[in-house]
């Protein structure tokens, strides 16, 4: 089993959709989350942190559950801006994987206007 | 005034050369990371140093050695190379080695290996 997992997709929406992605991770010691976000051809860059039970910023929301072990990203009112691969990616507090970024092969959106 | 920067930002070279890639960071970030995005667009990290001391070093051939001159620099070396090592490379930096921290992508360094 993949140590993150998300939905490959490609999700195809229209303007104005709302669309979520889920992101499962294996390992119980993870302690970080984040959503990072990366154009074609771009770096990956930071979307969100989810640090406890989720946070929002506009138009897009994260929630945790550690007791399930995912994490989910929710997009309302969805732009044609917002076309990319999400990446969900986690981190472990300790050991030799302190630092460490794990990260889901991404979620491909597209947005239709 | 790029925080992250890489170079070259594309390589293209044959099997068995030996090339380098650098990365220079100027936020003043005491950790810096290599990745490698393969044609999956998996994304996973090779190695990691804080203040030039090598912390992370994953499954990684040792044709792939890492150094880091001080800690804003943070180059990789590749020996040997093969056509499985065609892929993208990102360097990060992060201000410690704290879990907490976010990581800056530097634009990445697209390989090729014919």
């Known amino acids: 089993r993949k140590e993150v997992e998300q939905d490959p997709g490609p999700f195809n929406v229209p303007e104005g959709a709302t669309v979520a992605f889920n992101c499962t991770y294996s390992?119980?010691?993870?302690?970080?989350f984040f959503w990072y976000r990366q154009d074609c051809r771009k770096e990956p860059k930071l979307l969100m942190s989810v640090y406890s039970s989720g946070n929002e910023d506009g138009r897009f929301t994260a929630q945790l559950n550690k007791a399930s072990q995912y994490v989910s990203l929710l997009i309302r009112d969805s732009q044609p801006s917002d076309s990319a691969t999400y990446l969900c990616?986690?981190?472990?507090?300790?050991?030799?994987?302190?630092?460490?970024?794990?990260f889901g092969q991404g979620t491909i959106l597209t947005v239709h206007p | 005034d790029t925080a992250v920067s890489q170079t070259p930002k594309y390589l293209v070279t044959q099997m068995g050369n030996d090339k380098s890639i650098k990365c220079e960071q100027n936020l003043g970030h005491d950790t810096m990371y290599w990745y490698k995005q393969d044609s999956k667009k998996f994304l996973k990290i090779m190695f990691s140093y804080n203040n030039k001391e090598l912390i992370i070093n994953e499954t990684v051939p040792n044709r792939f050695s890492p150094k880091s001159p001080d800690k804003a620099h943070l180059n990789l070396h590749i020996n040997s190379l093969e056509l499985g090592d065609s892929a993208v490379y990102f360097c990060a930096s992060s201000q410690a080695r704290v879990f907490t921290d976010t990581q800056y992508f530097g634009p990445g360094t697209r390989l090729t290996v014919l």
């Open positions: 990616a986690v981190t472990a507090a300790g050991g030799t994987s302190y630092g460490k970024l794990t």
């Open positions: 390992n119980s010691a993870s302690q970080s």
